[in-house]
Structures are given as structure tokens and as C-alpha cells.
């Protein structure tokens, strides 16, 4: 378990920047945005803003902020669109605004209180991305000290589309590598709001890092979960459940010969854990554009996934035939919009998150024996 942020002598782990604002002049409030754990001085804490607590990724980042051994260093804010939820949210000691992340007004709002913000809702809001950082900017110029965001994309963002499930690309991303990371095309899914933060960082008015998860996979298993509070599945596998069982058959996008990088729910929440303990102690952590951050432990084609959903179909009696087939072009237009995007290549290395500390134990065989318990389930 990661420890506090900081024990023993503390200033002398921190860099030039940081040590100057422990003049007696600057106030706690701006100390305690840049050092969360000065709360052992002052008892200030860390106001952080999180959005989609209750879904599969923001619920479980929570959870495992919650089970820290420095938690009262915080001071967490949620947003909770139904109210009999918010209500529930409240008995876990956080606090709770009614609302949506959609809501550009509350989030500038929100966002020009907090001392952090964790976005974990819609990576596609560029609207709510840009509240978010106007918020922070108000931050900024209140206190002089720059906020941190830390974004949730994915790494649909470095997909590569026309593969249609026919080949496996050899293009490999390292969240290391700036400048390769830098040659992303700006047209790809995610891409507008990851650059505009990542522009925000360049001006100076915020501190950005980006959590780019891959295929999540597994059951979360959180307090909020248990109280019924947080969507406890992911997306991506289950809706290829879906489809499969509703055509009888397991499917995939052309010859599923194209890879996606996986992580286990769990796993994610420690590398976000992880990557807070890196933010405050270490002063040369890349950020901005320099700040990408892959979740991503093991790889999988998807006619491997397509496999095992045909395997334990057949051990259902949901069909007689384990091997997968291809989606037609009807087939695509009913499950998935009409998109080949299953049938991507998004390849990648997370040498950076594991810089962090972050080491991913679960592997492609995890993933693949988490598929026939959720056949089950949506078979019912």
C-alpha cells in the first residue's frame, strides 16, 4: 500500500520551486495546494474535486483514495446527479453536490475551490474540460500556485481504425516518449480534450497528468459498489457479451486479429493512487505534454476475447459452436452504431506508469477467465 506523501525531513526532498513557497509569508491555503501533507503542520487539507463517482473507473479511484493511510489528508467533492444516491454518497464522509458534470457553470465553480481535480466521467466533455481548467485558472490567479488536474482518457486515443479486425499493427506507444506521444493524430477519439489540457499545463496555470486506461476489465468491488451506489461493470467486453448472445453466436469485427492493450479495475485505482504520490514526491515528474501515463498490464486480440465468449456460451448451451464469426455489416449497424472501432490496433507500453512504482500483477489469462462469470451473468 503507498504510503503517506512524505515522511522525515520534508524539505529536503522538495526542489527550489517548492521550497520557496515555505516562506512564512505564503499562506497555508497555497502551501497546502502544492503539499497536501503539510496537514501534519497546519491540519490544512486537500480539497479535491472528483467527477463520475459513481461509475466503474471514479468510484473505485475513490475507494482506493479512501483506504490510504494519509485519508484525512483530504477533503474530497463529489458530483451526484440522482439525489437518493448523493444522500448515500454523504455517509461516506465526503462531500456531495448535486448535479452534473455537464453543467459548465457548477464546474468552473467547483473547480475554482478545489486544489486538485481528478476527472473521471466523460473523456469526451470538451465542454466540461474547458469549465474545469477556466475554473482552475481562477485557481491559479487567486493563489499563484498552479492546481493539479489529472484527466481520465483512454487509449482509444492512439486506436488506429483502419485495421477492421484484418491485421496486428506493430505501432507501440511508450507513455515515456514525449515526442512520440506528441505525433498522436489530432483527430483521434479523445485527442481535442487531452490537448487542451495539456495547452493549459503549457501556459502554466495548472499542473496536468493523464491517465490513459485500456480495456477494463473485472467486477468492482468497492464500498459504493456494495452500496449499490457505483455501476460495478465496464463497457467494453460485456457489450461484445451482449452482442454475441443476441445473435446466438460469439462475434467479432473482421478477423479479430487486431490487439488492445487490458487492466484490471482494481489495478487502475492503484495507479491513480500512485501517481498522487509521485505528483508530491517528485519535482522532475513529467507532466503536461510530458505527462501521459498508460493503464495498461497485459494485450489481447479480440478473436481471443471472442474465443472465450464462444467457449462459455457453449458451456451454457447459449450455442454449439465456441469459434467466433464475423459481424456483417447489418450485425454492425445494430450492436455498435455501425463502427468497426472493435477492430482497432491500439498498442502500447506503460514504462512511465511503472516509473511510478505501479506494478500491474494481472495478465491477458486474468482477463480472459473474467469473461465466462459475466457470459453468465448477461445470460440471465
Known amino acids: 500500500m503507498p504510503g503517506p506523501w512524505m515522511t522525515g525531513n520534508m524539505t529536503s526532498r522538495l526542489g527550489s520551486p517548492t521550497r520557496s513557497l515555505l516562506n512564512p509569508a505564503v499562506s497555508v491555503s497555497l502551501l497546502s495546494c502544492f503539499l497536501p501533507t503539510t496537514r501534519i503542520m497546519t491540519q490544512a487539507r486537500t480539497k479535491v474535486l472528483l467527477t463520475g463517482a459513481t461509475g466503474y473507473i471514479g468510484g473505485t479511484i475513490l475507494d482506493r483514495f479512501l483506504k490510504r493511510p494519509d485519508v484525512d489528508a483530504f477533503e474530497w467533492t463529489v ?7 448523493a444522500e448515500i454518497f454523504r455517509t461516506f464522509h465526503v462531500n456531495v453536490v448535486e448535479g452534473s458534470h ?7 465553480k467547483l473547480a ?6 481528478i476527472a473521471a466521467a466523460d473523456c469526451d466533455d470538451l465542454v466540461a474540460a474547458k469549465a474545469t481548467l477556466a475554473g482552475l485558472k481562477k485557481k491559479f490567479e487567486a493563489t499563484g500556485v498552479a492546481p493539479i488536474f489529472i484527466n481520465t482518457s483512454g487509449t482509444g486515443v492512439i486506436a488506429e481504425v483502419a485495421s477492421k479486425g484484418l491485421v496486428a499493427s506493430d505501432l507501440v506507444y511508450d507513455d515515456s516518449d514525449a515526442a512520440q506521444m506528441a505525433t498522436i493524430p489530432e483527430t483521434n477519439i479523445h485527442r481535442n480534450v487531452d490537448l487542451a489540457i495539456t495547452d493549459a499545463d503549457a501556459e502554466g496555470y495548472i499542473k496536468s497528468y493523464i491517465i490513459l ?7 468492482a468491488d468497492t464500498r459504493f459498489t456494495r ?15 451482449r452482442a454475441s448472445l443476441d445473435r446466438g453466436r460469439a462475434g467479432m469485427v473482421g478477423e479479430g486479429k487486431n ?12 495507479l491513480y493512487s500512485l501517481l498522487w504520490d509521485g505528483i508530491a514526491g517528485d519535482p522532475t515528474l513529467g507532466h503536461g505534454r510530458a505527462g501521459y501515463f498508460f493503464g495498461a498490464s497485459g494485450e489481447h486480440s479480440l478473436y481471443q476475447v471472442g474465443k472465450a465468449i464462444g467457449e462459455a456460451m457453449v458451456a451454457l448451451g447459449k450455442t454449439d459452436n465456441a469459434e467466433p464469426t464475423t459481424f456483417t455489416k447489418e450485425e454492425l449497424d445494430k450492436y455498435m452504431q455501425g463502427s468497426t ?4 490496433n491500439s498498442r502500447c507500453r506503460a514504462t512511465h506508469s511503472h516509473s511510478l512504482g505501479w506494478k500491474p500483477t494481472k495478465s491477458t489469462n486474468d482477463m480472459l477467465a473474467s469473461i465466462p462469470p459475466e457470459v453468465e451473468t448477461l445470460s440471465k
Open 79 to 85: 458530483i451526484v446527479r440522482d439525489p437518493k444516491k
Open 102 to 108: 455537464a453543467d459548465a457553470q457548477l464546474m468552473e
Open 112 to 117: 475554482s475551490e478545489a486544489d486538485a481535480v
Open 213 to 219: 486506461p485500456s480495456t477494463i476489465y473485472g467486477v
Open 227 to 241: 452500496a449499490r451506489i457505483q455501476n460495478p461493470h465496464s463497457i467494453q467486453i460485456p457489450g461484445l457479451i
Open 259 to 270: 490487439f488492445w492493450p487490458n487492466v484490471h479495475i482494481h489495478e487502475l485505482g492503484d
Open 341 to 344: 472501432y472493435m477492430g482497432s
